[in-house]
């Protein structure tokens, strides 16, 4: 079993959608979650990051996290046609030790 | 600021040779991590470097290997190719570590024939 799994999608939402993104995690340790958007041709990008559990948002995103049971969650808000790309999931267990992603969810929002 | 510069893009390589990439980090970042990206694998952890030590590794093979420079600029080493190795390599860069998150290059997409 995969430390973090991630739905694998592909997603396919019209524009305007809440798009809703899941993973799963299974080591205890893991104290910081982070969220990657990456476009096609492109490394991945720094989107979203939270510490422990609760709730970040930052104007269409929201990111959530739930330790008690191991659930990581981002939300899209007025989904756009710029937001299709592959989302990535992440997580870790201390300051110095690696990031561990899920698999990706590729979206795709149509105009 | 100049981001994560991987060089080169691509490359071609044939069966039992040897590459190595190039990752220039973000001015002033001292941690420099290399992934594995594959359609099967996702992304997969090969090694972290800061301050020229190597501080973390993967599961790979000693096939993989890598060394930071004192100005943090990185490299990795694949010897004796497979066409397994085929791959998108992505260089990472942090201040201190991954736990405020990495800045990305856009990766080396390897060929391995």
């Known amino acids: 079993q995969k430390e973090v799994e991630q739905d694998p999608g592909p997603l396919s939402v019209p524009e305007g959608a809440i798009v809703s993104l899941n993973c799963t995690y299974s080591n205890s340790a893991f104290q910081y979650f982070m969220w990657y958007r990456q476009y096609s041709r492109k490394g991945p990008e720094l989107l979203m990051y939270?510490?422990?559990?609760g709730n970040k948002e930052d104007g269409r995103f929201t990111a959530q996290v739930d330790k008690s049971s191991k659930y990581i969650s981002l939300f899209i808000r007025d989904s756009q046609p710029s937001d299709s790309a592959t989302y990535l999931c992440?997580?870790?267990?201390?300051?110095?030790?690696?990031?561990?992603f899920g698999s990706g969810t590729q979206l795709t929002v149509l105009p | 600021k100049a981001g994560v510069t991987q060089t080169p893009r691509y490359l071609i390589k044939t069966r039992g040779q040897q590459v190595t990439l190039s990752c220039s980090p973000i001015?002033?970042?001292?941690?420099v991590s290399w992934y594995q990206q594959t359609p099967g694998q996702g992304l997969q952890f090969l090694f972290e470097?800061?301050?020229?030590?190597?501080?973390n590794k993967g599961n790979f093979p000693g096939r993989f290997s890598g060394r930071q420079f004192s100005n943090s600029r990185s490299e990795m080493n694949v010897s004796t190719l497979e066409l397994g190795d085929s791959a998108l390599y992505l260089c990472?860069?942090?201040?201190?570590?991954?736990?405020?998150?990495?800045?990305f290059g856009s990766g080396t997409r390897l060929t391995v024939v």
């Open positions: 470097y800061f301050s020229e030590t190597q501080r």
């Open positions: 939270t510490y422990s559990s």
């Open positions: 001015s002033g970042h001292r941690s």
């Open positions: 990472a860069s942090s201040l201190t570590g991954p736990s405020y998150g990495y800045t």
């Open positions: 992440a997580s870790g267990p201390g300051s110095a030790r690696q990031l561990t």
